[in-house]
């Protein structure tokens, strides 16, 4: 039976990084900003003249150490699976994407597919923090903070993607709407799918665990 539950943890796992990857790939084939986190990481390389791969993989090895020190329990296979493999799943869908969709250059259009996109990733956050087999570091930020604040996770996430969006400011990068829906709207979003879809779906498959994230 616990071998059941752990194969359906990782299915739920895998296919939110799946989903994820496909939003994330979306919204940077739109060409309207990228995400918090990665903005901030953009700023630091461009700052420090060093590649972002290194940038960004030194700061995740730095908040893996952080989050080891701290939160242990939030480690997991999921933490590896989204810091190795969330690059190529990106990758590979936007060289699908590339082929195949084409984006007008027409605002209206673009903010309709970035509406599509932060759903998307929305949807895929959700199912990778529900199935509770590990986050990435980053991930682990809004958790972390909630369980030290009491703040619902939501608003906690909201802080974290601000704080990334004020320091890529003060890196001197440009901000795209994309940056600013993802920083103010993600947190909420994820967690109105965590209610309403992930965690139901959780309980029907008898999976018990989940990552306590709200009051």
């Known amino acids: 039976m616990y071998g059941i539950m752990k194969s359906k943890r990782f299915a739920m796992m895998s296919i939110g990084v799946l989903i994820l990857g496909m ?6 084939m739109i060409g309207l900003g990228v995400d ?7 700023g630091i390389s461009e700052t420090t003249s060093i590649s972002l791969g290194v940038s960004q ?8 150490i952080v989050l080891y020190k701290f939160s242990k329990k939030l ?23 590339s ?4 984006v007008p250059d027409n605002l209206f ?7 599509v996109a932060v759903v998307i990733i929305g949807i895929g956050l959700s199912l990778y923090y529900t199935a509770n087999l590990g986050l990435a570091p980053y991930d682990c930020l809004p958790i972390i903070l909630s ?19 004020v320091i890529a400011l003060i890196f001197g990068v440009s901000i795209g709407v994309s940056t600013l829906i993802i920083a103010c709207g ?18 029907k498959s008898n999976i018990v665990g989940k990552i306590e994230y709200e009051e």
């Open 23 to 28: 939003g994330v790939a979306l919204c940077n």
């Open 36 to 42: 918090p986190f990665a903005a901030m990481n953009i």
């Open 57 to 64: 993989m030194s700061l995740n090895i730095l908040m893996f």
């Open 75 to 97: 480690i997991g296979l999921g933490t590896f699976f989204n810091m190795i493999g969330l690059g190529y799943v990106i990758e590979f869908f936007i060289n699908i994407y």
């Open 99 to 102: 082929k195949f969709v084409v």
């Open 109 to 115: 259009i673009k903010l309709a597919l970035l509406f």
């Open 147 to 165: 369980e030290s604040t009491k703040f619902e996770f939501g608003t906690c996430r909201v802080f974290a993607d601000c704080i990334c969006v």
């Open 186 to 203: 993600m947190g909420p979003i994820v967690q109105f799918i965590n209610k309403n879809f992930s965690e139901r779906l959780l309980d």
